[in-house]
């Protein structure tokens, strides 16, 4: 009987430490934002691969923000204000993010290590 307390305990402590392993796994977030004005950005600008959440702030009616690159292609609509949130997957290269209407003033770069 003693043998199967101690085993049962056992089995309770290493279920309690892998309770804090599974909670790391978690996504890391971006914030990226475009507008009011005629500004568009990215809240880093290197990342390690990895999934991500990013968090768009869209403040404007007359940009978008598209961010597209390996295996990724995400955008808000222009006419849209508000929040979006996005999981994605990025692997290492370079993703870019750009406003369409105004992609030649309008743009940015993310190197994923």
């Not at 475009?34 to 809240?43: E, H, R």
Request: charged fraction near 10%.
């Amino acid at each position: 009987m003693r043998t199967v307390i101690l085993l049962l305990v056992s089995i309770a402590a290493a279920a309690a430490l892998a309770v804090p392993v599974t909670a790391t796994t978690r996504a890391t977030t971006l914030t990226a934002t475009v507008g009011p004005g005629f500004n568009i950005s990215m809240s880093k600008k290197t990342v390690t691969a990895g999934t991500y959440v990013i968090v768009v702030h869209d403040k404007s009616s007359i940009h978008n923000f598209h961010f597209l690159g390996r295996g990724v292609g995400k955008t808000t609509s222009v006419v849209g204000i508000g929040t979006s949130h996005w999981t994605v997957k990025l692997k290492k290269g370079t993703y870019k993010f750009v406003c369409d209407p105004h992609a030649a003033i309008m743009h940015g770069l993310l190197k994923v290590t």
